[in-house]
């Protein structure tokens, strides 16, 4: 039963992920006016992926921790990358996501019209840069933990279940 319900807490999280990566974010920067309405909207949705994925991460370590296997190797795999994956959000969230709001609210529209080799836009797009690469390793493993999570499971060989 845990492990369907930490597989579904995974694949709720891959998909949100997903859903703003692949749909919302470059949605919103192909329909709406501006490039800081786009940004506006992008930001407060990344803000709640981000916050899910710390609730989630913290509530998948919890469940790991009350029904931990015995196998030490397996053990510290899906522990690593959880709290990989945790610490991917939070440092997305409470740093870089953060800072770009800074910028983006001190400098508005503005921002895009800054040369590119502007101090203040080429730490926005590295910062940007930077969020894109936490995003990017979350939602990777987020999926490597679910085939290994389901490989193992089918490894286990066939359960009457009733």
């Known amino acids: 039963m845990a492990q369907r319900i930490r597989l579904a807490l ?3 999280w891959l998909g949100a992920m997903s859903l703003f990566s692949f749909v919302v974010a ?3 920067f192909a329909v709406l006016p501006t490039r800081q309405l786009a940004g506006d909207v992008v930001s407060r949705v990344l803000g709640w992926v981000e916050v899910l994925g710390l609730a989630l991460g913290a509530l998948l370590l919890v469940i790991w921790l009350l029904t931990r296997p015995q196998s030490r190797k397996r053990l510290h795999f899906e522990f690593i990358v959880l709290t990989l994956m945790t ?3 939070a440092v997305s969230h409470f740093f870089v ?3 770009l709001r800074a910028l983006r ?6 921002l895009s019209l800054l040369a ?3 101090p203040t836009r080429v730490t926005f797009d590295r910062l940007h840069q930077v969020s894109v690469w936490l ?3 979350t939602l990777l493993a987020a999926l490597a933990l679910i085939i290994h999570l389901v490989r193992r499971d089918r490894s286990r060989g ?3 279940e009733f």
């Open 10 to 12: 995974l694949g709720l």
């Open 97 to 99: 996501s953060a800072r």
């Open 105 to 110: 609210s001190r400098f508005g529209d503005g």
């Open 26 to 28: 470059p949605s919103a």
């Open 135 to 137: 995003m990017g390793f």
């Open 87 to 89: 610490g991917s959000m």
């Open 116 to 118: 590119a080799d502007d």
């Open 158 to 160: 066939p359960r009457l």
